[in-house]
């Protein structure tokens, strides 16, 4: 790992020349909401900001994508889609969305693989920005994370007053800077210092906690607890816990055609609808409030860990400031260890 | 890594037969691949399933309900349920479909060699067990005695009537036909699967269960198995949910942390005891 | 300003009826002044139960959402009935289901709540970034105190209420078996001073306008979920064949989503804003739910939820009927 810094002035410069070469997406706002977008020159950014409405999973995995075209009917032919090799810099990533993209990985990349998901990933170089005013909901910390973790990016920028300390962390960060390294000048003992009083402060900040240990275990023994009526009472089934999380990647598949052409195109679906596992028999497998709540807790929580190295959750914090009836998953996790087996 | 999993192959519609007709029709469908590569190098096993699309109406999984031993071409049977299913009764010989797979887990027809197979079957539910009946069939020496019992609830809705009848003939196999409610003519039993297969009362030795048809059903069946003495292990069974992918990314045919696509469809007493979820 | 006591004895004496299954009101939430929908199905539940101005959920969805859990061979289906904590607006939605006939009046028990008006979290977060440091939140004639960071702030309540709340006409319940406290006397009129803005403008500027919203939705259906009136038992979104509205997210989809969703709420929204609420693309729906209810004032002299014995507007039919709107 080198370390750099980088002026604030110097931003626009150095943005200005990723451009040339990538698709730069980076956080914009409009009134309240701040998106990751693809911008067109180095004003459009914002960064002050916590963290973006919807998670920046929302350009690797889109919410409407094209899976290949086709005539339509009964003597169908299939116009196969050319899977782009575009360049993206997703600039000032936050470290627990840039981590959703490592847990994404275990899904899109095991027995099968997804090329619309893994070319994009492959060809995205994830530029950090550390989050040194953590919200009020964030808890990354409980994950082992840390808001200025380097883990999961390929550089990280860290605001140390007038400059970025810069730290390139893969392969595909170094020689990214090093194509323009002009721009940037060494770190030094100070610069370093800086960055590290701004992690600890940012670490003080996050005052939320979510207790892990144990719950793989005994989410295993309460599957028929109380518990999952009583939370999906209040639960109005809106999956907006969902559609913001950076995790969450269930898709729906549908054709949508005239009489002349056609797409089978994917679209971001949820788990907390209850068309999604609805037979065409009329059998619904989970056809309560109930049993979908569950498995949303289940699937981050349970399954997850249980099938690969993470659980679903990085502590973003979305899920909980945007339920529209305070269902926290925090208190959620605290319940599941307070239930008596 | 150009290769779309989600881009199926051009098959052409050979033959359609029908099995059922009426409100719950169903159809058997021959399909070919146009590609002559494909065609030759398309490989499954029976249990495995295939998603089958109609461009413009979208995509279903089915089980593939031919057996690999019958080269040159797959079938599936596909009742009349929702808006794909509907599409594809409409469509006719000569037609073009989309198939991709072969998809999901199979029997273990070299495990169970030199072993009875009890196939227990409701409706629409044998397809998946006709593809190993009739790689069984023509594998004989492979295995030992073949029972068939399959149900539905009238006349009308039992699938693969002549080729149940041709096994009925046959010395090394044994059918044992039921339809829910009494109807005229009908001389084999009358009543639900799970109560015929009691009534049957088959050996547990060297023996294996394989059933499929409705939830309620695979329940029963299963437990009157445990009571004639079979072990946990030596009943399995083939599930469907509702799938989108096949793949294992869309999410929604999960059973507690397996996927019935890739993990599945075919699932031990045993693997589906110690797993929680919803069915 | 509620009384705690008289709420709680209210609900403590509702829950111990023996018709009553439980209560739903609001208790405090996770997480600084959050509050949450709470059910109370004995005596002690209820002593949690809370009135602030931040119990903003219309509670009048909870009737039509409840599950079922299957039944035992002996057991009986529970028909008791559920009681509600009720605003004006929400007691306005109860109304509105009974004239469609989605509920009965004896279903519920309405304890109601002459409301001063609801604050927009959405107005509190945009002013306090770290609102979950706000300890409490309370009003205080026409302003509202707030204890932030061992601070008290005063904040003027109309930078805070929702923009439905400050002109509410209906802040009483019109209807109630337990009213808690005096019912208000109010004066407000609406004056549709958002939809008119948005009515001057040329048509061009009014479909920038709501593009420019409609892009950013993510067809998530929150605000139908959180809609009392959205109680269909299949939506039309949803249905697979036909399909009315393609599933793929783009403004033309998005645009008929929202508009349909509008219209199949004309003559029947009491304007309680929750869709508003929960919508998290920020789509300022209540303009176009009120843009509706003042055309059907204009057209039909009608306001929806008032009175449980008047017939839904639009599926009656009078010969006189204005019909200058049909081409």
């Known amino acids: 790992m080198d370390s750099f810094v980088l002026l604030k002035k110097t931003l626009p410069t150095f943005i200005e020349k990723l451009s040339d070469e990538y698709d730069v997406f980076a956080p914009t706002r409009k009134d309240n909401i701040f998106e990751y977008k693809l911008i067109s020159k180095p004003s459009d950014i914002n960064l002050d900001f916590v963290n973006s409405r919807l998670p920046p999973k929302s350009i690797l995995l889109q919410q409407t994508e094209t899976l290949f075209k086709f005539k339509p009917g009964r003597k169908g032919k299939i116009l196969p889609k050319e899977i782009s090799e575009d360049k993206k810099i997703i600039f000032a990533i936050r470290p627990c969305d840039a981590k959703s993209f490592s847990i994404l990985d275990t899904v899109f990349d095991s027995d099968f693989k997804d090329p619309l998901y893994l070319s994009k990933r492959e060809n995205s170089v994830l530029i950090g920005l550390s989050c040194n005013?953590?919200?009020?909901?964030?808890?990354?910390?409980?994950?082992?994370?840390?808001?200025?973790?380097?883990?999961?990016?390929?550089?990280?920028?860290?605001?140390?007053?007038?400059?970025?300390?810069?730290?390139?962390?893969?392969?595909?960060?170094?020689?990214?800077?090093?194509?323009?390294?002009?721009?940037?000048?060494?770190?030094?003992?100070?610069?370093?210092?800086?960055?590290?009083?701004?992690?600890?402060?940012?670490?003080?900040?996050?005052?939320?906690?979510?207790?892990?240990?144990?719950?793989?275990?005994?989410?295993?023994?309460?599957?028929?607890?109380?518990?999952?009526?009583?939370?999906?009472?209040?639960?109005?089934?809106?999956?907006?816990?969902?559609?913001?999380?950076?995790?969450?990647?269930?898709?729906?598949?549908?054709?949508?055609?005239?009489?002349?052409?056609?797409?089978?195109?994917?679209?971001?679906?949820?788990?907390?609808?209850?068309?999604?596992?609805?037979?065409?028999?009329?059998?619904?497998?989970?056809?309560?409030?109930?049993?979908?709540?569950?498995?949303?807790?289940?699937?981050?929580?349970?399954?997850?860990?249980?099938?690969?190295?993470?659980?679903?959750?990085?502590?973003?914090?979305?899920?909980?400031?945007?339920?529209?009836?305070?269902?926290?998953?925090?208190d959620v996790i605290a319940k599941v260890r307070e239930v008596k087996v | 890594m150009t290769e779309n999993p989600y881009q199926p192959w051009i098959v052409t519609i050979d033959e359609i037969r029908n099995e059922v007709i009426g409100e719950r029709a169903i159809k058997t469908f021959k399909l070919v691949f146009q590609d002559e590569e494909v065609k030759k190098n398309f490989t499954f096993l029976p249990g495995q399933c295939i998603m089958v699309s109609l461009f413009g109406s979208g995509e279903c999984f089915f089980a593939i309900s031919s057996s690999p031993t019958q080269k040159g071409y797959i079938e599936a049977s596909v009742m009349k349920l929702g808006k794909v299913t509907s599409a594809l009764h409409e469509c006719e010989v000569g037609d073009t479909l989309g198939v991709r797979g072969p998809y999901g887990n199979h029997f273990d027809v070299d495990g169970w060699k030199n072993k009875n197979l009890l196939f227990i079957g409701g409706g629409i539910g044998q397809a998946p067990l006709r593809a190993l009946i009739n790689y069984a069939i023509d594998n004989r020496e492979k295995y030992n005695k073949l029972d068939i019992i399959y149900g539905a609830r009238t006349t009308g809705d039992l699938c693969y009537k002549e080729e149940l009848a041709d096994l009925e003939k046959r010395e090394d196999s044994d059918v044992h036909l039921s339809i829910d409610v009494e109807e005229e003519g009908w001389n084999h039993y009358v009543g639900f699967v799970p109560d015929n297969l009691t009534r049957f009362d088959p050996s547990p030795e060297n023996t294996i269960a394989i059933t499929c048809g409705p939830p309620i059903?695979?329940?029963?069946?299963?437990?009157?198995?445990?009571?004639?003495?079979?072990?946990?292990?030596?009943?399995?069974?083939?599930?469907?949910?509702?799938?989108k992918c096949g793949i294992g990314f869309c999410g929604r045919c999960n059973i507690g942390n397996l996927y019935v696509c890739k993990d599945g469809p075919v699932f031990s007493y045993n693997q589906l005891k110690n797993l929680q979820g919803d069915m | 300003m509620v009384n705690q006591e008289q709420l709680v004895d209210a609900v403590k004496k509702t829950v111990s009826r023996e018709d009553v299954k439980y209560v739903v009101g609001y208790e405090k939430g996770t997480y600084g002044c959050e509050v949450t929908p709470s059910f109370a199905h004995?005596?002690?539940?209820?002593?949690?139960?809370?009135?602030?101005?931040l119990c903003v959920h219309n509670l009048a969805i909870y009737p039509k959402l409840e599950e079922k859990l299957p039944l035992g061979r002996d057991e009986k289906e529970d028909t008791r009935k559920i009681g509600?904590?009720?605003?004006?607006?929400?007691?306005?939605?109860?109304?509105?289901?009974?004239?469609?006939?989605?509920?009965?009046?004896?279903?519920?028990?309405?304890?109601?709540?002459?409301?001063?008006?609801?604050?927009?979290?959405?107005?509190?977060?945009?002013?306090?970034?770290?609102?979950?440091?706000?300890?409490?939140?309370?009003?205080k004639d026409s302003s509202f105190s707030i204890k932030f960071n061992e601070e008290n702030h005063t904040i003027p309540k109309?930078?805070?209420?929702?923009?439905?709340?400050?002109?509410?006409?209906?802040?009483?319940?019109?209807?109630?078996?337990?009213?808690?406290?005096?019912?208000?006397?109010?004066?407000?009129?609406?004056?549709?001073?958002?939809?008119?803005?948005?009515?001057?403008?040329?048509?061009?500027?009014?479909?920038?306008?709501?593009?420019?919203?409609?892009?950013?939705?993510i067809r998530c259906y929150a605000c139908r979920d959180a809609c009392p009136l959205c109680y269909c038992k299949e939506c039309m979104v949803d249905q697979l064949d036909p399909r009315w509205v393609r599933r793929s997210v783009n403004l033309s989809e998005n645009t008929a989503w929202n508009i349909m969703r509008a219209l199949h709420l004309a003559g029947r929204c009491v304007g309680c804003s929750e869709c508003e609420r929960v919508c998290p693309m920020d789509i300022p729906l209540t303009e176009l739910n009120k843009k509706l209810e003042k055309n059907i004032?204009?057209?039909?002299?009608?306001?929806?939820?008032?009175?449980?014995e008047a017939k839904p507007l639009l599926g009656t039919f009078k010969p006189d009927d204005p019909e200058e709107f049909i081409l």
């Open chain 3, 84 to 139: 509600l904590v009720v605003k004006g607006c929400d007691s306005r939605a109860v109304v509105q289901i009974i004239q469609e006939k989605g509920l009965k009046r004896e279903d519920v028990v309405l304890i109601g709540i002459p409301c001063t008006g609801v604050v927009n979290p959405k107005k509190l977060k945009s002013r306090y970034p770290n609102y979950a440091e706000i300890v409490e939140i309370e009003e």
């Open chain 3, 297 to 308: 004032m204009e057209i039909y002299d009608y306001i929806p939820g008032i009175s449980e």
């Open chain 1, 133 to 330: 005013n953590p919200g009020v909901n964030c808890f990354c910390t409980s994950f082992g994370d840390s808001p200025t973790s380097s883990k999961f990016v390929d550089i990280l920028f860290t605001d140390i007053g007038e400059k970025f300390f810069v730290e390139t962390i893969s392969d595909k960060g170094k020689k990214l800077v090093e194509k323009i390294t002009d721009l940037f000048e060494k770190a030094t003992e100070e610069d370093k210092n800086l960055k590290d009083s701004a992690e600890k402060e940012a670490i003080d900040t996050i005052k939320r906690n979510m207790k892990l240990e144990g719950v793989v275990e005994k989410l295993d023994e309460i599957f028929e607890s109380q518990l999952w009526h009583s939370i999906a009472m209040k639960c109005i089934g809106c999956g907006t816990c969902t559609f913001l999380c950076p995790t969450c990647h269930c898709f729906d598949m549908q054709d949508e055609a005239t009489l002349k052409e056609g797409a089978r195109i994917r679209v971001w679906d949820s788990c907390m609808y209850s068309e999604y596992t609805m037979h065409a028999s009329g059998h619904n497998p989970r056809p309560a409030r109930m049993n979908r709540v569950r498995n949303r807790v289940y699937h981050k929580f349970s399954y997850f860990p249980k099938n690969s190295e993470y659980t679903a959750c990085t502590g973003c914090g979305r899920c909980i400031e945007f339920c529209p009836v305070n269902i926290d998953i925090i």
């Open chain 2, 217 to 243: 059903m695979i329940k029963f069946v299963m437990q009157n198995l445990l009571k004639l003495g079979f072990s946990e292990d030596q009943i399995f069974t083939t599930l469907e949910m509702r799938m």
């Open chain 3, 42 to 53: 004995s005596s002690e539940e209820a002593e949690k139960f809370i009135f602030t101005p």
């Open chain 3, 158 to 217: 109309e930078e805070l209420l929702f923009d439905a709340c400050i002109n509410c006409e209906y802040p009483n319940p019109p209807i109630y078996d337990i009213l808690i406290g005096e019912e208000i006397k109010s004066t407000n009129k609406e004056t549709y001073e958002k939809v008119k803005v948005v009515e001057s403008k040329s048509q061009k500027e009014k479909w920038a306008y709501w593009e420019e919203h409609f892009q950013r939705c």
